[in-house]
């Protein structure tokens, strides 16, 4: 009886040991994580390599890369006008046609002109072949008669030998005078022709055309309109409609005076338009060279090609405005961390960073290239390393903290 009472007891004693040992291991983890739990927590980034850029943004207005006013070049009524607002057009093509009808008889009197010049120089040549022919014959009398006296003197009477020498010599007069006829009238040929040509050349003028392919954006004149010729400077000439060039744009922007000297031709950038949503891409393609002494700003132009028509599948329409992104220096292997772990103290920069104990540390740190939102470390710093961000002011030199490594989508919300 007394040993199954000892047994009891001894078993009752063991239960209790391991209940006050299981309850103690308890007590010790609870107050671990109340220890933990009493922590504050900091965000941290993971200091890395990687390429940062030193970039600009600015704004600019889409201009099409040509807009020109198409004018008539004679006076005239509208005959037919075959393009209104919006439609697409390619160069040479008919935009309109005028009704000059002076012009047309002007022309048929320069085609007669020509004709009867054409007449003229046939009438000389004939003349002139004419009197070369009599002086040939009389050439030959005088020659033979010459020679006749030349062997038997006195055989020849003088007066008749003096005779046809006169005869001859006014041969060649008239062949002289036959010939000044025929220039002349060549000349006269000339003149024509070049009446006929220019007035041919106004006759052609009668068909107003494109000057390059692009598109209509406005009309100025209907059926039957009169319009004056463009390059009279006596009259308020009025276009018959204008025309731009919409497959590139030209994006002007104003370069400040310290990005000048990283501007380079040739150079692709990021055009973004707000209106669209969308990003296309552009080349930097002129620049005035100089600086603007008032704004100090140097004019640049983007060149920025437009896929599709205007309106259509979100292409770029004239007016728009656009924001360019400059690269103006680039590090492809940089340490950077984000610019609002940074603090700044005149030229000195410190930043908080978290030990291998999880306790913080204050560094100091010499920056190099800053980009929009990061910044390059050149010394105080090693990768791997653990870089607080956001606000430092709840943190001290010291402080034991829980470190929670932030995503690279959540760096950008501090």
């Known amino acids: 009886m007394k040993l199954r009472q000892r047994r009891i007891l001894i078993f009752v004693m063991t239960l209790a040991a391991c209940f006050l040992v299981s309850l103690l291991i308890r007590r010790r983890a609870s107050a671990d994580q109340g220890s933990d739990s009493g922590l504050h927590p900091a965000a941290v980034i993971v200091a890395k390599r990687q390429p940062i850029s030193n970039s600009l943004t600015l704004s600019g207005e889409f201009r099409p890369f040509q807009e020109v006013d198409v004018h008539a070049k004679i006076a005239g009524y509208i005959r037919k006008i075959s393009v209104d607002v919006g439609d697409h057009i390619k160069a040479g093509q008919t935009l309109a ?35 070369e022919s009599l002086h040939t014959a009389t050439h030959l009398d005088y020659q033979r008669l010459k020679e006749a006296s030349t062997a038997r003197p006195g055989l020849i009477a ?69 319009v004056q010729a463009g390059t009279n400077s006596n009259t308020q000439a009025l276009p018959v409609v204008s025309v731009a060039e919409t497959n590139l744009f030209r994006l002007t922007l104003p370069v400040p005076e310290s990005a000048v000297p990283k501007i380079s031709l040739g150079s692709t950038v990021t055009v973004r338009v707000p209106s669209l949503n969308r990003d296309f891409e552009g080349k930097v393609s002129r620049y005035a060279d100089a600086v603007n002494q008032e704004t100090r700003t140097m004019h640049t132009e983007v060149d920025v090609p437009n896929p599709g028509e205007p309106g259509k599948d979100g292409s770029i329409v004239a007016g728009m405005y656009a924001e360019v992104k400059l690269a103006l220096t680039k590090k492809d292997e940089a340490l950077v961390i984000p610019i609002q772990a940074v603090t700044r103290n005149g030229e000195q920069a410190s ?40 606000s430092r002011n709840q943190f001290r030199v010291g402080d034991k903290v829980a470190p929670r490594i932030m995503k690279e989508k959540e760096e950008g919300n501090f």
């Open 97 to 131: 046609i005028l009704e000059v009808p002076e012009l047309s008889a002007q022309l048929l009197g320069a085609d007669a002109a020509v004709r009867r010049a054409h007449d003229a120089i046939r009438r000389a040549q004939g003349d002139l072949n004419r009197a």
């Open 351 to 390: 930043l908080l960073v978290v030990n291998s104990q999880d306790r913080i540390e204050e560094r100091n740190v010499q920056l190099g290239m800053e980009g929009a939102n990061e910044v390059e470390v050149l010394s105080g710093l090693s990768p791997s390393e653990r870089v607080v961000v956001g």
């Open 158 to 226: 003088e007066q008749e030998l003096d005779d046809m020498q006169a005869k001859d010599k006014e041969g060649e007069g008239q062949i002289a005078a036959d010939e000044a006829a025929l220039s002349e009238a060549r000349n006269q040929l000339d003149e024509a022709s070049a009446q006929q040509k220019q007035l041919q050349a106004m006759s052609d003028y009668t068909r107003i055309t494109a000057p390059f392919d692009g598109v209509v954006t406005r009309r100025y004149v209907d059926t039957g309109a009169l």
